[in-house]
């Protein structure tokens, strides 16, 4: 079955970096659109960026260009999204999405998610 595990969350200052993963299995990784939603406390669901299958397009919710990349590494099923110049409002569960289907290429609600990892930046 489809298993979307992500890591690398924790507790961060204001301006400092994390890295997340995903690590997948269960599906051909390379062959689907990938994104990353977040979910900040008492808030609904944030679609933050997305990639293409072959990695070469990505896009990104306006409040993190600049400061996020996500990226993909086929060969090991793993979704990344490198996070610096952290801020405050960046404080949420960060979640891996698998699209719905190999022709997808925009993040749907319904999409299915990891258990997700915990971003908190301190101010």
């Known amino acids: 079955q489809v298993q979307l595990v992500e890591s690398g969350g924790g507790l961060v200052q204001a301006g400092g970096s994390l890295r997340l993963s995903c690590e997948t299995s269960?599906?051909?990784?390379?062959?689907?659109?990938m994104s990353w939603v977040r979910q900040a406390p008492g808030e609904g669901l944030e679609w933050v960026s997305s990639i293409y299958p072959d990695g070469m397009n990505t896009t990104y919710v306006d409040s993190v260009k600049g400061r996020f990349t996500i990226s993909r590494d086929n060969a090991k099923s793993t979704l990344y999204l490198q996070m610096n110049s952290l801020k405050s409002e960046d404080t949420a569960v960060y979640y891996c999405?698998?699209?719905?289907?190999?022709?997808?290429?925009?993040?749907?609600?319904?999409?299915?998610r990891g258990q997700g990892t915990q971003v908190t930046v301190s101010s």
């Open positions: 999405a698998k699209a719905l289907h190999v022709f997808q290429r925009t993040y749907s609600n319904g999409q299915q």
């Open positions: 269960g599906f051909t990784f390379s062959r689907y659109y």
